[in-house]
């Protein structure tokens, strides 16, 4: 198969090839709506989505909407969520985030970016995985894997998460931004690592210009 020329060919390309490598891939945050998915979204900066699952569901019983999380005690938050980094900002966003969706939002995880990005610890990552996964919407989260895989792969030379998303969406079928996204970040965890990428496993290989060079 001839390799892609330029930066919109790889994008296409790693997107139809991660398809067929992941054809299941799934956000990895467990959540039963648009809320605990919010809820959720914000836990996971700066943590792994296993600690944050540890932690939920316990949070989630005891304050299962945004009306009883936004008439919480910041310190009760803290006790469901210390297992997990930062902990006290985030309770403290936890709360913020429940009161302007009481307040603001009727008690509904609103839809557009610029809503999602006025809630409290929400930024274009949290709204971007809220729009894509929970909304059905157009949404490109950019972690540290996207990122990665989009320099490696000479998508963009950009290190910003907000450039990074802005030179990648008019590369890709706004539908379909986020399932790219879920593919890239699995196959950032999965094989294209930060230290030694598995570059022989790599479906990849034979069109990114950093295969068998890091």
Known sequence: MARPRTPKGRCLRTHEELK?????????LDYKNAFQLLAATILSAQATDVSVN????????RFPNPEELSVANVEEVETYINSIGLFRGKAKNLVGMAQRLVEEFD???P??????????G????????????ALGLPGL???THVGRLARRLAITEENDPVKIELALNPMLPAQERGEFSLRVILHGRRVCFARKPNCNECALNYFCPSAFTL
């Open 20 to 28: 067929t490598e992941y054809p299941d891939a799934e956000c990895e």
């Open 54 to 61: 540890k932690a939920t569901p316990d949070l989630f019983k």
């Open 107 to 109: 008690g509904q995880v």
């Open 111 to 120: 839809e557009s970016m610029g809503d999602l990005v006025s809630l409290p």
């Open 122 to 133: 929400v930024g274009r990552k949290t709204a971007n995985v809220v729009r894509s996964v």
């Open 141 to 143: 989260p950019v972690d």
